[in-house]
């Protein structure tokens, strides 16, 4: 078990688009919703992870991560996530001493970018790139889980709306 301690932004410039980062395809879907925790499956290169989240508790939660078969979690995404299935392409851009992973959505949330940080405790302090947006790290709608299951429209609280 780890500790998960994370920020989430928007993002307010495609930065991406400025060099050459590495990155990866997501395809992750979630099972329906406990009261304390969320249990998703998820398909990132050839890896397949099943992970179970803890409610969080402020930016920190605990998580959970299991390696599992890739043709499992293909069954799992079809048949247990049903709608609640997000695709996003992931940047790793280093910033300062620092990893930052930007997402760029497909789908239902095509044109919502969010940055995220890991840090090592919640009063870690890191600098901000100029092309982050604001701060969504304690705003439900912009967890993972809830843009797989209820994606924003087009122009929807997004800043700004980051279409090429």
């Known amino acids: 078990m780890k500790l ?11 930065v991406w688009r400025r ?10 879907g979630y099972f329906s919703r406990g009261e304390d925790y969320s249990l998703r499956v998820r398909l990132q290169d050839n890896k397949a992870l099943l992970t179970i989240k803890g ?6 939660r605990r998580e959970f991560e299991y390696e599992i078969p890739q043709a499992e979690a293909e069954v799992l995404l079809q048949e247990f996530c049903l709608h609640r299935i997000i695709e996003k392409t992931r940047y ?11 997402d760029e959505y497909h789908g239902g ?3 919502l970018i969010t940055a995220e940080i890991e840090l090592p405790d919640e009063h870690t302090l ?4 100029d ?3 604001p701060e ?7 967890s993972n889980q809830n843009l797989a299951a209820n994606p924003m429209p087009p122009g929807d609280n997004r800043f700004p709306r980051n279409l090429p």
């Open 4 to 14: 998960e301690i994370e920020r989430k932004f928007l993002v307010a410039e495609p």
């Open 19 to 28: 060099g050459i980062f590495p990155c990866t395809e997501i395809r992750q």
């Open 55 to 60: 409610k969080p508790a402020g930016i920190t």
């Open 92 to 102: 790793f851009i280093p910033w300062q001493g620092f990893t930052w992973e930007v």
């Open 109 to 111: 949330n095509r044109g």
């Open 126 to 129: 890191f600098p901000r790139p």
């Open 131 to 133: 092309w982050l947006g």
């Open 136 to 142: 969504v790290s304690n705003d439900p709608r912009y």
